[in-house]
């Protein structure tokens, strides 16, 4: 039977490059701390490109990758916190840019644990039967939901969009996703939409709407501590139910939020760090994004070779997390 299967990976990052120093000039901060605390030396920005022109880009080279036609697709899934507009998805706006008339188009919202969750659901619709060829993008311009007077936030993310294309075919593929929500921490990483607005809001509802923070807002402490366990638990997990050891995993590709929540769930897994493969470094945290840029760019590098097993892991506002285990 066929299995579905990763046939092509591609990511597109805006071209400027900010580093911790430029970062110094605008708010009250330093290599040495940024880099200290979280192993974050650049990030890419936008300087006018919205989240679905990088998305498309990162689309257009996927397809090249995999060899097919933005006609062949059927579904595209986009996970972003950061999309253009309310409406339309910016799957469709994608599907609009790359000419791919034939897809079924939508966004989801998991935040950063957001390729991983597409993955899943792209599966699930796959197997199905009504879909053969899906599109699973994480895009994100996080540039204009970061509060850049913030300097324990705006330090920490980037823009870019990473994209995978699944379709069946005869290795094993996608063998397991685990996917989870836990809302009882989510207002320790919120980013609030409008306001309510209407001619018969109550005057108290008016006085907290004001107050509403439209950007990006955090409690690093508890996410950090949840972020050490939930890869833990997650990859225990994975590998328990579907009987591989860590020993038969190639790489790791977490979420690229931060190098010291990687090297603590190494530790606590007993792991060496160098089996999570990392270029946070780089793109600083891109949300939904930085799994499929990681991933795209280790194919790129020829790092994953055919029966390689690998391990995506993410999690991030929800509180969500997820895991898939994959056979290159
Ligand atoms: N530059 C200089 N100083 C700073 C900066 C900065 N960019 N940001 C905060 N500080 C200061 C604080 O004001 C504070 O100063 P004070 O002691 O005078 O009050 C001091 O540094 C320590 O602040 P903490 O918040 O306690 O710093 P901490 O050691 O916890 O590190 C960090 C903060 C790096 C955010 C950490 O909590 C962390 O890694 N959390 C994980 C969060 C994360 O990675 N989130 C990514 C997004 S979420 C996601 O992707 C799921």
Not at 100 to 112: E, P, Q, T
Not at 171 to 190: N, R
Not at 204 to 212: A, F, G, L, P, Q
Request: proline share 2%; hydrophobic share 40%; glycine share 8%.
């Amino acid at each position: 039977m066929e299995a579905i299967e990763i046939i092509g990976t591609g990511s597109y990052v805006p071209p400027l490059v900010v580093n911790n120093r430029d970062l110094s000039k605008i708010v009250d901060t330093s290599d040495e701390w940024i880099s200290s605390r979280t192993g974050i030396k650049k990030r890419r920005i936008s300087e006018g490109e919205n989240t679905s022109d990088l998305g498309a880009k990162a689309a257009i080279n996927a397809l090249k990758n995999a060899n097919i036609e933005a006609l062949d697709l059927d579904l595209i899934i986009v996970s972003t916190i950061s999309p253009d507009q309310f409406m339309p998805s910016t799957a469709c706006l994608i599907q609009d840019k790359i000419g791919a008339k034939n897809a079924v188009c939508f966004d989801i919202s998991a935040a950063c644990s957001g390729f991983v969750y597409g993955i899943e659901i792209a599966t699930n619709l796959m197997n199905g039967g009504k879909y053969q060829k899906a599109l699973v993008i994480g895009a994100e311009v996080l540039s204009k939901i970061l509060d850049w007077k913030d300097r324990s936030t705006c330090v920490l993310f980037g823009d870019g969009a990473g994209a995978a294309i699944l379709s069946f075919g005869p290795g094993k593929g996608i063998l397991h996703t685990k996917l989870g929500s836990d809302s009882e921490k989510w207002e320790s990483l919120t980013c609030k939409s409008m306001a309510l607005e209407n001619p018969y809001l109550k005057e108290d509802v008016i006085k907290k709407e004001k107050n509403s923070n439209l950007k990006i807002a955090m409690n690093g402490k508890d996410i950090f501590k949840f972020a050490v366990n939930i890869i833990k638990l997650c990859i225990q997990e994975i590998l328990e139910e579907t009987g591989y050891n860590i020993e038969d995993i190639k790489y790791v590709v977490p979420h690229q939020a931060n190098l010291r929540i990687i090297e603590f769930a190494a530790k606590k897994l007993g792991v060496d760090v160098e089996k999570f493969y990392m270029n946070l470094s780089e793109y600083g945290n891109t949300s939904g994004a930085s799994v499929p840029i990681a991933l795209d760019e280790m194919n790129r590098k020829g790092l994953l070779k055919k029966g390689d097993k690998i391990i995506l892991v993410a999690f991030g506002g929800g509180l969500t997390y997820g895991c898939s285990l994959i056979e290159w």
